[in-house]
């Protein structure tokens, strides 16, 4: 008997923010900057910063727990852990597995992918192959971020653009004869990187380096060049893929770096800036978490229904770029 064609279907979501909300007023205290000059740059209001209590681990569990609750399963369904991030609880082991143990999921495999600001695409981009060769049934993909533990508060060109938070997706093999999310696929990704521009957008620490932590470094004008070149242009390609248009997409859920950059990305493409899914304003760029974030939200305010062509899209440091096509 041949065997069916397995899709890859978003069967939920979820997202976790950290309990402390900042204000540009509030950062404007600690930082030499003000609120005008903030949204005038960025578009940014708010932004959650984590408590001490409050994890990369901590926020990836709770996220996940409301993606499988939303999807109506439990931990013993669970068999796959792919968590986007850039700020792990330690060096090793992988925040995957501690998000695992968190959920008391005993079976399957649990990893981290570290593409940074492109992170959940990249793992959205696992995942898919993972399941459609039959490797997992039900995959958690995660997008988790501290990273107010990377930023410099010295430097006000960086420290108000970033915020914390978590988002998932469960994502589920299916047959093509199954009925409950007719259509619904995992379309195209198209993964991208250039490690020409490290210097361009770095954290100036590391394990085998200096044996610290260190401190988040941007060069912002250059990046936003390559941003919107570069999403551009990963986007064309994943469509080309899906044998798609611009104008068949009904939602962008983009990399929340910078209101500019989606703006002139969506200009450059000739898409309605309508269609494009925004919530830098009250999470700022949460790293690996901002695509998953947004795209809970969206769904769960009702914008993104089922049937729609969605599609995902980031670029982050190192650099690495991508998109991924959809239907929902």
Known sequence: MTQRPI???ITGTGSALPRNKISNDEISKRVDTSDAWIQERTGIKFRHIAEADETTASLGASAAQKAMDAAGLINQDIDLIIVATATPDQTFPATATKIQHLLGIKQGAAFDVAAVCSGFVYAIGVADSM?????????LVIGAET????LD???RTTAVLFGDGAGAIILSAMGTDDTQYPHADILANKLRSDGAHNAL??????????GTVGKLRMQGREVFRHAVTNLASVLSEALAIAQLQPADVNWIVPHQANARIL?????????DRNNIVVTVDQHANTSAASVPLALDVAVR??????????????MGGGFTWGASILRY
């Open 301 to 314: 305010d009702g914008r993104i229904k089922r049937g729609q062509i969605i599609a995902l899209e980031a």
């Open 153 to 155: 508060w010295e430097d």
């Open 201 to 210: 957008l770095y954290v100036d620490g590391g394990v085998s380096t200096t």
């Open 7 to 9: 899709r890859s279907v």
């Open 263 to 271: 703006d002139a990305t969506a200009k450059k493409l000739g898409l």
């Open 147 to 150: 990273f107010s533990r990377i």
């Open 131 to 139: 399941l459609k060769n039959g490797m997992a049934k039900h995959a």
